[in-house]
C-alpha cells in the first residue's frame, strides 16, 4: 500500500491543488494530512473545503488549534519580536476570514491518528507547537515515536522535510533498590520519524510544495517536490490585505514568520 | 595650516570611508564627514574603531590640528556647490573600476580606484538613536533588506543597538557579503542608550516605508527593554 502524507499547507490552494495532481499521478492508495490547514495563506476556506471534501484523514495543527482556542503560544513559536507581530497579523487576519463551518471541523480535528504500525502528528506527539527537528537529542526522539506504540512516527511542523531512522535503539533503566542496584535495559527494532516538509509554505530554499510517500511492501519513503505557480499564491497574498513581506518570503521559499531554531527545545504550551 | 587637507569624493559604497581609513594605517590622521545630516554612521565607527583617527565632528577644529586631515564628502552632496573655507586642499575621487568621465573625474585632482558603487538615486536615512532592538530580528530585516524584499538596494549601512547592550556597524554593498563589526563602546544595560545609531539605505524605487515599518517592529518597547536589561545585568554580575 502506498500513503501519502502531507502537512502545513497553510492556506495555499495552489499548491495544495498541484500536490493533489502529483499525488495522483503516484499510483497513492490513501492520504493523510498532519495539520495547519490554516495561517498565513490566503485561501484557508478553500484548502480547509478541499480536504474535507475528499475526506482526507487529517490532525489538527498549530494553527488549526490556535484559529480555535486563541492564540497561547510558547516562545518557541515566535522566536523573534518581528516574527511575533508578524505572526500575529496572519493569525487576526485568518481568524477574521474563515467561515464558521471551517472553525468548527478545525475544531473536531484529533491531535494523533494511528494505522497499524504508523503514527501521524503535526508537531509531536506531545503537542502540537513542539517542533522534531533532524537533529533533536536522539533519546528525546526516541521517547516520541516510543510513546506512541508505532514505528513510523509522521510529523509536519518544521517545514522541512527528512527522514530519521532511529536504529540504536536500547533504552537502559537503572533503579537503586536497598543495597543493590537493578539494571533492565531492551531493545526496540527500527523505529523512523518521517518529516512531510510544506505543502504551502516551505522552508528549504525554494518555493516548491514538499510531501512523502510511504511505500509498506518496500518500506521506502520517497520525499516529493513539487512546481506550482507559486506566483498566483503571491498575488493573492497582496490582494487580500495580507503582509507583502509574506508573498516575498514565498517566492524565496523562506518561512513567512516562524522558525525552529533550537532542538533543545521542549514546548512548554 | 601645515597639514594637508584632503577632500574624498565617491559614490556611495565605493570605499571612500575604507580608504580614508588605509591611510590611518602609517600615520594619524584626522577625519570629518560632510553632508551626512547628522547620520554620523561612518564618523561613529571610525571614532570607535579606529584610535589613530581623531574624528572631528565640527569643522571649527580644523586650525588647530597637527596631521593630516580627511573631509569625506558625501554622495549626495553637490560637487559643484560645494564650498570649502580653505585656501588650499587636495580633491581625490574614489570611482568603480570602470567608470569612465564621471563627475567625479572632472572635479578630482586625483583619481582612485576603489569597487563598484551605488548608482541608484533613492536615499533613505533615519536616525534611531535610543532605540534597541531585538537582535533576531534585526537578523531577519537585514537578510529581507539586502536580499531585496523591499524594492533595489544597492547600499546600506547603520549602527545598530541591541538589547544585551552591544553596539553593532552593519556595511553591505551590492555583490559583496554583508561586514559586521561589534563596536568597541562600553554596554548600554541602563535604559536606552544615549549614543548614536542609524540606519542609511541607497537604491532605485525601494519602499522606504515599509523599511521604517520592519525596523519599528524590531525595536523593544520600555517594560521589554527594561525586563531584559534586568536579566543581562543579573547574569553579568560577577559572583562575590
Known amino acids: 500500500m502506498r500513503t501519502a502524507v502531507l502537512s502545513c499547507i497553510h492556506g495555499n490552494f495552489e499548491a495544495l491543488n498541484a500536490v493533489l495532481s502529483d499525488v495522483d499521478d503516484q499510483n497513492v492508495d490513501r492520504l493523510f494530512c498532519l495539520g495547519d490547514l490554516v495561517g498565513y495563506g490566503p485561501h484557508p476556506n478553500a484548502v480547509v473545503e478541499m480536504i474535507r471534501s475528499l475526506d482526507i484523514p487529517t490532525v489538527q495543527g498549530c494553527w488549526d488549534e490556535d484559529v480555535v482556542e486563541g492564540l497561547n503560544a510558547c516562545e518557541c513559536s515566535y522566536p523573534s519580536l518581528l516574527a511575533e507581530k508578524r505572526g500575529r497579523q496572519a493569525h487576526e487576519w485568518t481568524n477574521q476570514e474563515i467561515h464558521p463551518e471551517v472553525r468548527a471541523f478545525l475544531a473536531q480535528l484529533p491531535h494523533t491518528l494511528r494505522d497499524g504500525n504508523l503514527c501521524f502528528v503535526h508537531g509531536s506527539p506531545h503537542s502540537n507547537h513542539e517542533y522534531l527537528l533532524p537533529e533533536i537529542d536522539a533519546f528525546v526522539a526516541m521517547e516520541r515515536v516510543l510513546s506512541t506504540g508505532a514505528d513510523i512516527l509522521f510529523c509536519g511542523h518544521t517545514h522541512v522535510p527528512y527522514v530519521r531512522s532511529l536504529d540504536s535503539g536500547e533504552l537502559q533503566i537503572k533503579i537503586q533498590q536497598s543495597k543493590q542496584d537493578q539494571s533492565i535495559s531492551f531493545t526496540t527494532p527500527l523505529k523512523r520519524i518521517v518529516n512531510a516538509g510544506s505543502v504551502g509554505e516551505p522552508r528549504h530554499g525554494r518555493p516548491n510544495a514538499t510531501y512523502v510517500i510511504y511505500d509498506d511492501s518496500t518500506d521506502q519513503i520517497a520525499l516529493r517536490e513539487v512546481e506550482y505557480d507559486y506566483q498566483k499564491t503571491c498575488a493573492a497574498i497582496v490582494e487580500k490585505g495580507l503582509p507583502a513581506i509574506f508573498a516575498w518570503r514565498l517566492s524565496k521559499g523562506m518561512e513567512f514568520a516562524e522558525r525552529a531554531d533550537d532542538p533543545t527545545h521542549i514546548c512548554e504550551r | ?240
Not at chain 2, 50 to 69: A, Q
Not at chain 2, 86 to 95: C, G, P, S, T
Not at chain 2, 97 to 119: K, L, M
Not at chain 2, 220 to 227: F, G, I, N, P, S
Open chain 2, 1 to 240: 595650516m601645515n597639514f594637508p587637507v584632503i577632500l574624498v569624493a565617491g559614490a556611495s559604497g565605493v570605499g571612500k570611508t575604507t580608504w580614508i581609513q588605509q591611510q590611518s594605517l602609517n600615520s594619524s590622521i584626522a577625519y570629518c564627514s560632510l553632508g551626512s545630516d547628522g547620520i554620523a554612521i561612518d564618523a561613529t565607527y571610525l571614532a570607535t574603531e579606529m584610535k589613530s583617527i581623531n574624528v572631528l565632528f565640527d569643522l571649527m577644529e580644523l586650525p588647530s590640528l597637527r596631521v593630516p586631515v580627511y573631509l569625506e564628502v558625501s554622495a549626495q552632496l553637490d560637487l559643484e556647490s560645494l564650498t570649502i573655507p580653505l585656501e588650499h586642499f587636495q580633491k581625490i575621487a574614489i570611482v568603480a573600476p570602470n567608470a569612465r568621465a564621471t563627475e567625479w573625474h572632472r572635479w578630482a585632482d586625483q583619481i582612485v580606484v576603489g569597487i563598484q558603487g551605488a548608482t541608484g538615486s533613492q536615499v533613505w536615512q533615519s536616525n534611531l538613536s535610543g532605540q534597541v532592538l531585538d537582535p533576531a530580528s534585526l537578523d531577519t530585516f537585514w537578510e529581507e533588506l539586502t536580499e531585496g524584499a523591499y524594492g533595489a538596494i544597492e547600499r546600506a549601512k547603520g549602527i545598530f543597538e541591541v538589547v544585551d547592550g552591544r553596539a553593532f556597524h552593519f556595511n553591505y554593498v551590492q555583490g559583496n557579503e554583508t561586514n559586521y563589526t561589534e563596536l568597541n563602546v562600553a554596554r548600554s544595560l541602563n535604559g536606552r542608550p544615549d549614543r548614536f545609531s542609524g540606519i542609511e539605505v541607497v537604491g532605485e524605487a525601494f519602499d522606504q516605508i515599509a523599511i521604517k515599518q520592519t525596523l519599528q517592529d524590531c525595536c523593544l518597547a520600555d517594560d521589554v527593554l527594561t525586563y531584559y536589561q534586568h536579566q543581562i545585568q543579573q547574569s553579568l554580575e560577577v559572583p562575590a
